[in-house]
């Protein structure tokens, strides 16, 4: 592949990214309404799983090519560029603020599920075993956001019976968004793994920058889109539900289709978003808003693992 045909990939995947997110989050902004879950439940549900779709598809094409690292790789570094570029440059644009709820309850399930997941890749393997029980994890985390988000709809039920064809309109948005997002995806992640690999950058690093930059600007423009709508509670609950859903749907259903293995190499990197997670719920936890100075911080943050990552890949 030649560097104009990389570029001209990386150019059409960016425009149907945005494209296929602006679709996705007006579709599951109505669907909020309809269905009675609150814009945060559908962020981390309907609007998560659609924009790490990517992040699916890119690690299980990896391990069926005998390259665990890179799928590995894939989604810690995603789960490391949604919490520090995403909400970092969300924060940029619009103070985004994290509902009490959230910091005490989702958040607290996020670190959760990191620490667990980052001990099940410390014997630098996941077994079907282990791809097993994190799916189970995700059906729970589910089905429990949507009891625990479902709010009362009764003043709303003549507004659901006497606009019926509302629901499926916003089912084809949603649908079509997800598609767009994944085929947006793969033809950005394509070309820029054909430019990175041009210079020699090994697979692993790769995964943790490149890929994983490309996987998450679904996510970027999903919180991006909900940002500029003033809607913070989507913005975070995109990005927290896109990281556990890497976690327990992208490692847990890659592994059920063939096991994970990963280098020791692959250590630091489990530990720096082991950190960024940490962090992250510390900080909500002191100051439940992310405004412009910690948002450029994030942002700052997020560019020096990548280019010491890619500059220098034998110090991490």
């Known amino acids: 592949m030649s560097v104009l045909i990389a570029i001209f990939m990386l150019i059409i995947g960016l425009v149907v990214l945005i494209a296929g997110a602006d679709i996705l989050v007006r579709g599951s902004a109505q669907l909020a309404r309809v269905m009675g879950l609150s814009p945060f439940a559908i962020g981390v549900t309907v609007v998560a799983f659609g924009t790490s779709a990517p ?67 410390v014997d ?8 097993g029980l994190l799916a189970l994890g995700l059906l729970g985390y589910v089905l429990f956001i949507i009891k ?45 793994s054909e430019l990175a690999l041009l210079v020699g950058v090994p697979a692993g690093v790769v995964g943790t920058t490149v890929v994983a930059f490309g996987t998450s600007l679904p996510e970027l423009a999903a919180t991006i889109r909900a940002a500029i709508s003033k809607d913070s509670e ?57 405004g412009r100075v910690l948002g450029i911080l994030f942002v700052l943050t997020y560019i020096f693992y990548v280019v010491v990552s890619l500059i220098f890949p034998e110090l991490v």
């Not at 520090?84 to 940029?92: A, S």
């Not at 259903?253 to 950190?275: A, C, E, K, R």
């Open 124 to 131: 630098h393997q996941i077994t079907r075993f282990e791809g």
């Open 148 to 192: 625990a988000h479902r709010v009362d709809i009764e003043h709303e039920g003549d507004e659901v019976v006497t606009h019926p064809k509302r629901v499926w309109i916003d089912i084809l948005l949603i649908l079509g968004g997800i598609i767009g997002l994944g085929l947006g995806a793969k033809a950005l992640v394509y070309g820029a």
């Open 234 to 290: 989507m913005a975070v609950g995109n990005v927290v539900g896109s990281n556990i859903f890497n976690l327990l749907s992208v490692l847990g259903i890659t592994s059920l289709i063939h096991p994970l293995t990963m280098p020791n190499s692959m250590d630091i990197h489990i530990w720096i978003m082991l950190g960024v997670s940490l962090a992250f719920v510390l900080i909500m936890q002191l100051r439940p808003v992310i």
């Open 55 to 121: 992040e699916l598809f890119a690690s299980i094409g990896a391990a069926i090519q005998n390259v665990p690292d890179l799928a590995v790789g894939n989604v810690v570094g995603s789960n490391i560029a949604n919490i520090l570029l995403i909400l970092g440059v969300g924060g940029m644009m619009v103070p985004i603020g994290v509902h009490r709820r959230v910091r005490l309850i989702e958040l607290p399930i996020l670190l959760a599920i990191t620490i667990a997941a980052s001990i099940l890749m």
